[in-house]
């Protein structure tokens, strides 16, 4: 625009920034102050209402919401209107917002931008138009392009936000590389057709010689008689080759769209961004066919499991005519990718976004293919504690439905009589889930998951272990086993005996390989497993409280997680809490409306894992373990007084019989308790969950309460109402007179920082991966001991020593009723 005036809402001009007001009448000029004064308010409404995109309504909730954010700035006039009229006038903007763009589309030959508003838009619109990259611009790039040109910052920014700001320039150029990418496509089509000189767009393009190819390599077979036996061999051989590209061409043709090239295969490092994936760059289902004669690709071996293998390395051969550090080997499960049924962008909470991916990878090679020696062979056995403490259940993984085969266990005491347990069989399909991408792109066959119950186990000891093997009985008599494991039962509730417990939250899962992943940002998930892997002979039972395996709606990655964990959950019982990214989806029930499961919903988790709860859509139980009494709540489910699992916590605290279980234990994945990452909601925590929750701890004398959640360590003092209630530090003894509130969310997802403020109430913090391990000695000494996951080394600890009586004696709101009756 080369007009000196900038259009107002109302349809009257102004003068420009740089235009000087006449001074010679002074009165004038302090009555159009005062005029463009009241009107400062328009610009700002034009802004956040042309952010919408193009032919959405802007709602009469969508204006309340943005009057209650920015009411303070309106002029005094205008707030003093009702609010109605306020309402009709903001919306009224966008009619004449639609009718100026209408007039600036006719009057403006080319622009150089499709969505231009203002004359301060055009140094960004120059500055688009001029990079040279085919992938939309980063914060980081613009953030330093403003700072170089603080005239055009200081104007955009008097009348958007930075949120705002970035989103529009991003936006912008986004639709310019579309533009250059389509007008790329014209211009190739026809191109007879001379350029506009005083219209067209200078758009830089790289024009790439074709160079002639290089001579053909001698073969090797011009120099062997035909019909000698290696000519013969060789000259088979490359048949073979022929007909697996020919067989690969037609089963990749549906999947990969033949069109020009348009960029190479490019995928950029890890940022700073917590959670950025590099895959989440490429778009898979645009990929360009285009296969090298002298690149390859060679996986092996051939077939995997041979020897009844859980899990086996592939060792893959390369060859590239031009090997660059932006050349990639994927995976992909499943291979049959299908974009057609990407959901919006709405749906993505973090990368990878397949379907919207900038990048667009040329294919140059495909592998042989590699098969399975029984890819329905039963896989990764997890156990969990039954209903009783005399009861071990096993879950497990196998492609057998049961008009297939029959699920069962083979098991008993270790060198006697081995007796069958049935199992059960369940699985789930895509309907069976609730949002995007789980119901989508995310979505993979979870094959079928077994449960066997094996009942009136011997109580723990030293002296005595099971073993068990899984098997599937398929119709024609043949057997299908699992190899042999083995576990201790669980003890006596109250029986004195050493007892091991492992608690840890938010751990995920993460590739041996180092290869990326969806979802990499769970970098100690594996220090944490290796540890207990080392450590397994002295541990009896683990908990891992929410926050499971970060699928996030991408299914295959629960087959990874319970691979990982299999050495785990394969000896000791291995219980699990429901966290937001098993559970929470909108509108499905969770108490959290957003969709931090990615669709599951919590279907996954209640599927591949079993745990003792009387409903399992509602993901609280209790369990006991010797001395231990485990109170698991599900922070995703309402848990406020008067509800149905208020009323359950307060039945599992109640029940327990502390002369035999003395060590209660409260665990839930979202912080009910203390937390000082809370710092910047004021809350120090979930808001509810103490005001709900902490006159249960204090009435039933809770010992420790456990959350994730926050990825950190940090442990408070025996508090009540926010006051500690002991000053001592690492040895507590007597009356139970406070709970011991822990975040110990540090299992291997992405750390959490702590906050400026340091409650009192904070006796030990620590941003880093690690676990908590708790040893009952007997029914009056309990170690605590927290660990990194890092070294297995102690980095925590405190002891509890006290007798019964002591849990009995009266403190505050926590005493029993007495009467002063004979």
Not at 286 to 308: C, D, F, M, Q
Request: glycine share 6%; proline share 7%.
């Amino acid at each position: 625009m080369t007009d000196s005036t900038e259009q107002t809402v109302e349809g009257e001009k102004r003068p420009a920034s740089n235009e000087i007001p006449n001074n010679n009448n002074h009165h004038q000029q302090q009555q159009q102050q005062q005029h463009d004064q009241s009107r400062e308010w328009q610009p700002m409404a034009r802004a956040w209402v042309s952010a919408f995109p193009e032919g959405q309504a802007v709602t009469g909730s969508q204006v309340e919401v943005w009057l209650d954010s920015n009411f303070s700035s309106l002029p005094a006039d205008l707030q003093s209107m009702p609010r109605t009229d306020i309402i009709d006038r903001l919306l009224s903007i966008q009619d004449v917002i639609k009718h100026l763009n209408q007039e600036k589309v006719a009057n403006q030959v080319d622009p150089p931008a499709r969505f231009q508003r203002t004359d301060q838009w055009i140094p960004v619109y120059s500055w688009l138009e001029s990079l040279d990259q085919d992938e939309v611009v980063k914060s980081k790039d613009i953030s330093d392009w403003l700072n170089e040109n603080p005239q055009v910052k200081d104007q955009l920014c008097s009348r958007h936000s930075r949120y705002h700001l970035m989103h529009y320039i991003k936006k912008c150029h986004l639709k310019i590389l579309k533009r250059r990418e389509k007008k790329g496509l014209q211009q190739s089509g026809n191109e007879a057709a001379p350029p506009n000189t005083e219209t067209a767009l200078p758009v830089q393009k790289t024009v790439v010689t074709k160079q002639p190819p290089p001579p053909p390599p001698s073969n090797p077979l011009h120099n062997i008689p035909k019909d000698s036996e290696i000519y013969v061999a060789k000259r088979n051989e490359a048949l073979r080759k022929y007909e697996i590209l020919v067989e690969l061409e037609k089963k990749l043709s549906p999947m990969f769209s033949k069109r020009p090239y348009l960029g190479p295969l490019a995928v950029a490092a890890h940022g700073k961004d917590v959670g950025v994936q590099p895959l989440s760059k490429i778009a898979i289902h645009r990929a360009v066919y285009a296969l090298h004669e002298n690149a390859s690709i060679k996986a092996s071996p051939l077939v995997l499991g041979t020897k009844g293998e859980d899990s086996q390395w592939i060792t893959l051969e390369l060859k590239s005519p031009n090997p660059s550090q932006d050349d990639w080997v994927a995976v992909f499960s499943p291979a049959n990718f299908n974009s057609s049924i990407c959901p919006s962008d709405e749906f993505y909470l973090q990368s990878p976004n397949i379907c919207t991916a900038p990048i667009k990878p040329k294919l140059v090679a495909v592998s042989n293919a590699i098969s399975f020696m029984n890819p329905k062979a039963p896989l990764y056995p997890r156990l969990a504690q039954g209903k009783s403490w005399n009861e071990m259940t096993v879950t497990w993984t196998s492609g057998y439905n049961i008009d297939e085969a029959i699920p069962f266990v083979e098991w008993g005491l270790e060198g006697a009589y081995q007796t069958l347990s049935p199992a059960g069989t369940l699985t789930f399909h895509r309907n069976s889930l609730c949002a995007p991408p789980a119901r989508t792109v995310g979505w993979r066959d979870p094959g079928f998951i077994h449960t066997s119950f094996l009942k009136d186990l011997w109580p723990n000891s030293v002296y005595i272990s099971y073993t068990y093997k899984i098997g599937h009985k398929l119709h024609n008599g043949t057997y299908i086993w699992t190899k042999i494991y083995s576990f201790k039962s669980s003890p006596f509730p109250g029986q004195d005996s050493l007892q091991q417990v492992i608690i840890f939250g938010d751990m995920g899962k993460a590739e041996r390989d180092g290869s990326n992943e969806y979802s990499n940002y769970q970098p100690g998930s594996l220090n944490t497993t290796d540890q207990l892997i080392k450590d397994l002979k002295n541990i009896d039972i683990v908990f891992h409280i929410g926050d499971i395996t970060y699928a996030n709606g991408y299914l295959s990655q629960w087959d990874q997680f319970t691979s990982q964990v299999e050495p785990i959950a394969s000896t000791v019982p291995y219980m699990i809490a429901s966290g937001n990214h098993e559970r929470d989806t909108p509108n499905s029930g969770s108490f959290y409306d957003g969709n931090d499961s990615g669709g599951e919903c919590g279907v996954p988790a209640e599927t591949m894992f079993y745990y003792p709860a009387e409903n399992r859509a509602k993901f609280w139980y209790s369990t006991d373990y010797g001395m231990f009494r485990f109170c698991i709540a599900d922070s995703e489910h309402d848990w406020r007084e008067g509800t149905e699992q208020h009323e359950f916590i307060e039945r599992c605290f109640a029940s327990a019989d502390r002369k035999q279980q003395p060590w209660l234990i409260f665990i839930a994945h979202r912080v009910l308790g203390y937390s000082s990452s809370y710092w910047q909601q004021a809350t120090f925590g979930e808001p509810m969950g103490r005001e709900s929750l902490q006159k249960l701890w204090q009435k039933y004398k809770v010992d420790v309460a456990f959350y994730g959640h926050v990825h950190n360590y940090e442990r408070t003092c025996p508090i009540y109402q926010h006051h500690c209630v002991s000053k001592e530090k690492s040895h507590y003894s007597g009356t139970v007179n406070g709970t011991i509130h822990v975040v110990v969310g540090g299992g291997g997802s992405h750390i959490s920082n702590f906050g400026p403020l340091q409650p009192d109430w904070s006796v030990y913090q620590d941003a880093d991966f690690g676990f908590v391990k708790l040893t009952a000695f007997n029914h009056s000494s309990l170690l605590f001991e927290y660990k990194k996951s890092s070294d297995g080394k102690v980095y925590d600890s405190f002891t509890i020593s006290r007798d019964y009586r002591d849990v009995l004696a009266c403190v505050h709101d926590g005493c029993e009723p007495t009467t002063l009756a004979g």
